[in-house]
């Protein structure tokens, strides 16, 4: 249930040898053609397509780098970053929403209803699931991002300077702000979150209101049961437990939300347990199995907040993301949906 980390090991390992290889084509060629270099001095890596792109770092000798503490430790990163490669997906949207330019993302982003947009209108390249080396070195991108542990950090190093970041270290305002540092952006991060808070400040008496004592449960059908999401793995769970601080039910808290794990796995059988007075679900994106199994069963049909239609369906893909941008998409879609539960 962690966010997928991306396994890039075995393609990026094609970008040493391509490294190594453009060094030894360079040795042996320099004594003839004056080597195959670029205007700067660096030695060029062929793609398989014939175009040139720099076997080093894009940072220039000229750029201002400045320390950066992330949370693999210290690194040298562009003061003003110009060309950003995300491989997390998750973090894209914080970059969006403080207008830094992301060059290159991953298919998960690039399909988040709440920032394809914004990424389609600045040319983003959609990297996929699995980015080529050659991808990545034609974005002669100056900082890239990843999550921690990730598989060849040490080749993405050969193209830029890498910021590990490890997922639900930080809550998201804690994230918007060591994002708003690493872009050189600390005020807009502010800025954002000051908006953000007095839209919550506005709205969190009307919907404790609504809501009252009664419990909120987030479900999502899976291939083996369902699962139970809390506080902090996005389907606005943020918003629902954290901002405006609504209960879950007894179970549900224990394990999802106390725990601190943000999750938990249950069984059909013990549904009636987790399930709350209002719902918020979605069939899980992560495999093929049929909702149905769960929409249509029994125990699901007869639970309160089914009787009384008070069930409201997240998006399956999209809303499981918890960025600023995708989190005020969500606010809108769970107030309204609260405030209608009446």
């Known amino acids: 249930m962690r966010?997928?980390?991306?396994?890039?090991?075995?393609?990026?390992a094609l970008v040493m040898l391509?490294?190594?290889g453009a060094c030894g084509q360079s040795a042996t060629t320099s004594s003839t053609t004056g080597g195959d270099t670029n205007a700067a001095g660096e030695t060029e890596i062929k793609?398989?397509?014939?175009?040139?792109a720099s076997a080093e770092p894009t940072a220039t000798a000229d750029e201002e780098l400045v320390t950066y503490q992330s949370d693999a430790g210290e690194v040298q990163v562009p003061k003003?970053?110009?060309?950003?490669?995300?491989?997390?997906?998750?973090t894209t949207g914080y970059f969006v929403a403080l207008d830094a330019p992301v060059v290159g993302a991953s298919s998960g982003a690039m399909n988040n209803k709440y920032i394809k947009e914004q990424l389609?209108?600045?040319g983003t390249t959609d990297l996929g699931e699995e980015p080529t080396p050659e991808q990545l070195i034609s974005l002669k991108p100056d900082l890239i991002i990843v999550y921690s542990g990730s598989e060849g950090i040490d080749r993405l190093e050969q193209i830029a300077p890498v910021v590990q970041i490890k997922y639900g270290k930080l809550n998201y305002k804690d994230l918007m702000l060591e994002m708003g540092k690493l872009t050189n952006r600390e005020d807009a991060a502010k800025a954002w979150i000051a908006k953000w808070e007095a839209q919550i400040n506005e709205l969190k008496p009307k919907i404790q209101d609504a809501v009252g004592?009664?419990?909120v449960s987030i479900l999502n059908p899976y291939a083996k049961g369902l699962y139970v999401f809390g506080h902090n793995y996005g389907r606005g769970g943020e918003i629902i437990y954290g901002e405006f601080g609504l209960k879950a039910p007894a179970k549900a808290q224990a394990e999802a939300i106390d725990s601190g794990t943000g999750w938990a796995s249950i069984s059909m059988e013990v549904l009636p347990e987790y399930a709350g007075d209002i719902i918020f679900t979605s069939p899980w994106a992560g495999d093929t199995s049929d909702s149905k199994i769960?929409?249509?069963?029994?125990?699901?049909?007869?639970?309160?907040a089914v009787k009384a239609n008070h069930v409201f369906q997240l998006d399956p893909t999209s809303d499981s993301y918890n960025d600023p941008l995708t989190l005020e998409g969500q606010?809108?879609?769970?107030?309204?949906?609260?405030l209608s539960a009446k």
């Not at 793609?47 to 040139?52: L, Y």
């Not at 606010?331 to 609260?338: E, G």
């Open 18 to 20: 391509l490294v190594l």
């Open 213 to 215: 004592d009664r419990t």
């Open 3 to 12: 966010k997928q980390r991306r396994s890039i090991w075995i393609m990026l």
């Open 120 to 122: 389609t209108a600045a």
């Open 47 to 52: 793609t398989d397509s014939g175009s040139a």
């Open 80 to 90: 003003n970053p110009k060309r950003i490669v995300d491989l997390t997906a998750f």
């Open 331 to 338: 606010l809108q879609f769970i107030s309204d949906s609260l």
């Open 294 to 304: 769960v929409y249509e069963n029994t125990l699901w049909e007869n639970l309160p």
